[in-house]
């Protein structure tokens, strides 16, 4: 196994390596950190959906698409990468993907061991310590090899995260944040002070090796001169734009199981004798209310809603306190939002319920 250890290199290039030794039928390893940030996005992406383009441009954040899954991530100096590429027939690559990252982020996670920060996996991929995702981590196909990719946050800038996000409104970028600082963690928070990336470097690559054999392999300039020939692709317009996977709900996942999701309300539901509703839409149009959810392992970790001037005359915060713990079920909300509405005498509320719950369950 070739193993490139190559420190701090160019933001395009730490993206560009794995895929050229797939691209030319080559296995190996490769340990590396931006030398300054960038966007990435997943295969799947949306580039107009998921990115802050205009802030991109004035932050001078330059932007990659990467030719596998996975979503939208903010790349940056503090963070390490290690990248696998295998041959589809590869001995080590048996049982099914989910199984072999159990594999794959054992050196991950007895490096961040190392340094006494106890850390577990959380299918299917990502690194936690209590609870909180330390890893990101991803995979797919490129020219019939199989390609790992996942990296070590030293630290992590979240509100530069969540800026680059295109999100329909402040508030939604806000909750953002803010469920980043409760499920995202780093090794200097975990420390208390900010280690050494030779230090984190050397250990990751120590229990590699354990496993691997890797030999250590020069970034000759036959190597650097395919690398920034792919990496000119990957920040193509051709390649940034191709169209991606558009979504009703806009969700952004924070780790394996969290998700913060902007829910717009489906329609106005209060009008005046003129015909013309509160909120200054036609009854049954478009109402400019929506709440925001944090779903964590599918319960509503959080629920709050703006602008539902439709349903000013009842309690929403009540409804929330209601909401927050519940499953994310069908079944379950139905239960809520019924002993909800029996706190409301008034009947007319009574045909709501439909509407709220296609509201919070909205996919």
Known sequence: ???YRLGAIPWDETQAIYHV??????EGLVICRPAGRCVCLGL???LQQEVNTKYCRG???PIIRRDIGGGMVLLAEEQIFFQLVLRAGNPLLTGQREAFFG???QPAIKTLADFTINASIKLPADIVVNGKKISGNGAGDINGFSVYTGNILLAFDRAAMANVLNVPSNRFREQIRLSMERYLTTMDEELGYMPDYESVEERLVYHFATWLDPKPREYTQELKTAVNKMARYLT????LSLPGKRTKVRQVKINEGTYVRLHPFPQCLKSTVAGQSDCGNRLGGPCSGYAILVVQNNKIA???SHGLTCLEGYNLNSL???LIGSSWHENDIRIVLTQWLQNHQSSAVKVFKNALLDWILAR
């Open 1 to 3: 196994m070739n193993l």
């Open 320 to 322: 929330a306190a209601c």
């Open 44 to 46: 799947h992406d949306d």
């Open 302 to 304: 959080n629920f709050e």
């Open 59 to 61: 932050n001078k954040i």
């Open 103 to 105: 594999q794959f982020l």
């Open 236 to 239: 193509s317009s051709e390649f």
């Open 21 to 26: 030794l797939a691209e030319t039928q080559q």
